[in-house]
């Protein structure tokens, strides 16, 4: 009981904190028990502990925020990326499920890109999307030279008279023959083997009536001795498009298709055309 009193009289004994003005005004005190400044300066500490944490609370909302809208910001870009590229990824997946070659391209349509990770992986996805854009530019010229390149027969049937030198079935002599002989019946349905433009239709003396296409990329067909030639000059034309009527007009010993196909302005062989063995 005696130390409970003690401690209290400590307590409650009074503290005197004199004020002294730089001026020349008086000085003048302040009594206080010593419970009293102590609660005082635990006040005083807790209020400035407390707005010192709102504070920093504050900024690190503010610090979590920006962050917030950053990563959003880059997540929604990576998205349309990788949207993009899911699309282009499923167009080629289909594409290379045909067969061969000529499939894909028969069917391929031109068309008319913490914060370390997401910046690699963004790296990553531009980098597939030009992988991207390279497969695309290279379907699209293999696609051109795929129309321009003639690829089959002009009509159904065999090579009478083949490419090179021959002797002539009306002459008799040695000279080179610039293309190949498909005999067939007459009127039968003579077909471009590549889209192109028609820039000669009709007659052309020893060759009859001649229809000569022009297709791009250095190539043009030449089809002579027709009986009805069904296209005019400057006329678009698709590969198995008929374009004529066989017939043995000029100088022929019968019905057939004399077929040729040129490269940079002159004939080359046609049967690895015929055949598709480009």
């Known amino acids: 009981m005696h130390k409970l009193r003690k401690v209290l009289k400590r307590l409650f004994t009074p503290v005197t904190i004199l004020f002294v003005p730089h001026n020349s005004g ?3 005190s302040l009594k206080l028990p010593s419970i009293g400044l102590a609660g005082a300066v635990i006040l ?5 502990s407390y707005f010192t944490s709102m504070a920093v609370n504050e900024l690190q909302y ?44 028969q069917e391929y ?39 321009a390149t003639p690829r089959g027969w002009p009509a159904k049937g065999y090579i009478s008279s083949g490419f090179g030198v021959r ?28 889209d192109g433009v028609v820039s000669f239709a009709g007659p052309s003396g020893k060759s009859g009536n001649l229809v000569v296409i022009e297709h791009g990329l250095g190539y043009s067909t030449v089809y002579a001795h027709n009986e009805v030639v069904d296209v005019h000059a400057g006329q678009l034309v698709k590969r198995g498009d008929v374009i004529a009527n066989a017939g043995s007009t000029g100088l022929s010993t019968g019905p057939h298709v004399h077929y040729e196909v040129w490269k940079n302005g002159k004939p080359v062989n046609p049967v690895p055309f015929l055949e598709g063995r480009l």
Not at 71 to 93: I, N, P, V, W
Not at 114 to 140: A, F, H, P, T
């Open 26 to 28: 008086k000085p003048y």
């Open 62 to 105: 503010r610090e979590m925020r920006d962050a917030l809208n950053y990563y959003s910001g880059q997540f929604l870009e990576m998205r349309t990326t990788m949207d993009a590229l899911r699309k282009s990824e499923q167009e080629f997946h289909t594409l290379f499920k045909l067969k061969d070659k000529d499939e894909v391209l």
């Open 167 to 194: 002797t002539h079935p009306i002459y008799g002599t040695e000279e080179f023959h610039s293309g190949v002989d498909i005999p067939v019946d007459k009127g039968t349905g003579v077909r471009a083997t590549a």
């Open 44 to 48: 005083v500490l807790a209020g400035v």
């Open 109 to 147: 349509q031109p068309a008319d890109s913490g914060s370390v990770d997401i910046e690699l992986l963004k790296k990553e996805i531009r980098k597939s999307m030009e992988s991207v854009k390279d497969i695309r530019s290279y379907l699209s010229r293999q696609k051109s030279v795929y129309i």
